[in-house]
Every structure is written in C-alpha cells, then in structure tokens.
C-alpha cells in the first residue's frame, strides 16, 4: 500500500522503507537508491504522475534486487 502526502508542490510517497518526492512544477522524483546515492529522475514523456512514480518505484526494485546477498554471490561464483 502506498501511502501519499502534499506540503506545497511536492508530493511525497512511501511503499515500505523506500520514499519518492515528486516535484509537481518540474516534474522531477527524488528518492534513495539501493545503494544510498540520491537519484533525481525528470519525467520527460509527459506519462501521468502516478504511471511516473510506480516506473520509480518498480526501477529501485531492480536496483535493490543487484544489492542482495543472494544476487552478489551468484554474480561472483558463476
């Protein structure tokens, strides 16, 4: 579940420990990566904002599937 808050033009949303802040007037998101390193991702096919942020949230899924244990170990052992 996806829990969504407004302050000014920034709406913040948050699905489990991972949080994006989308700029309303620039249309950009900002949000952690897996690796901790800021991201900054600008909406640039125009796509509504909610198809934007679940294509953020379902890329740091990615992401944070290349940090695991399990997914190191298989890339250095085979």
Known sequence: M????????I??????DQEIK???QNKTARYKNANGSDTKKRNLN??????????CFD??????KTYTLEHIIKHFVM
């Open 22 to 24: 989308y700029n309303m």
């Open 59 to 64: 890329s740091l899924q990615e992401v944070k």
């Open 2 to 9: 996806i829990h969504t808050y407004t302050k000014g033009h």
């Open 46 to 55: 125009n796509e509504p904002e909610s198809v934007f942020v679940m294509s």
């Open 11 to 16: 709406n913040t949303y948050k699905l489990g």
